[in-house]
């Protein structure tokens, strides 16, 4: 018997227009500035590689607390401005890799995120963390755009 998986959802609303929001969750360089933002976890980012296409594979290595911590996934969907889907485990051995899903609405120079998570339900006891940490995330992401 399969045991289901766990959901959470959130949605944020970034004041930039869909183009440059879209832009900040592919290109190596700008991921770095808000997904893994030393305020967020106390991460130093060592590395970022992705392959930006359906079926591509990133992964993206950083250091907390003298630890090395590679998150990796392979990017599912990849539609341009609408919706970017991936897989994402932070390189923990016996955990399945979790699904996010981001939905992208633009409306002049506003993006609103609505930004779904399935996880695995080994996860259960981490689902609302997770939620938090990617609501940091986001955050972090938006206030990045608004300077």
Do not use: C, M, Q
């Given at each position: 018997m399969n045991a289901k998986p766990i959901?959470?959802?959130?949605?944020?609303?970034?004041?930039?227009?869909?183009?440059?929001v879209f832009d900040h969750w592919l290109i190596p360089t700008f991921v770095g500035k808000w997904m893994f933002n030393a305020e967020i976890q106390k991460e130093l980012?060592?590395?970022?590689?992705?392959?930006?296409?359906?079926?591509?594979?990133?992964?993206?290595?950083?250091?907390?607390?003298?630890?090395?911590?590679i998150y990796?996934?392979?990017?599912?969907?990849?539609?341009?401005?609408r919706i970017l889907e991936f897989t994402w485990n932070e390189g923990r051995a016996g955990v399945a890799l979790n699904t996010i899903r981001v939905l992208f609405e633009g409306a002049a120079q506003n993006t609103k995120l609505k930004i779904s998570l399935v996880l695995d339900?080994?996860?259960?006891?981490?689902?609302?963390?997770?939620?938090s940490l990617w609501s940091q995330r986001t955050k972090a992401l938006s206030t990045l755009l608004s300077k």
């Open positions: 959901k959470r959802s959130l949605s944020r609303s970034i004041p930039a227009p869909v183009e440059k980012i060592v590395e970022l590689k992705n392959e930006a296409r359906p079926r591509g594979e990133f992964n993206y290595t950083t250091k907390r607390l003298g630890e090395k911590i990796k996934g392979e990017f599912k969907i990849i539609d341009r401005l339900h080994s996860e259960e006891i981490n689902a609302d963390n997770i939620k």
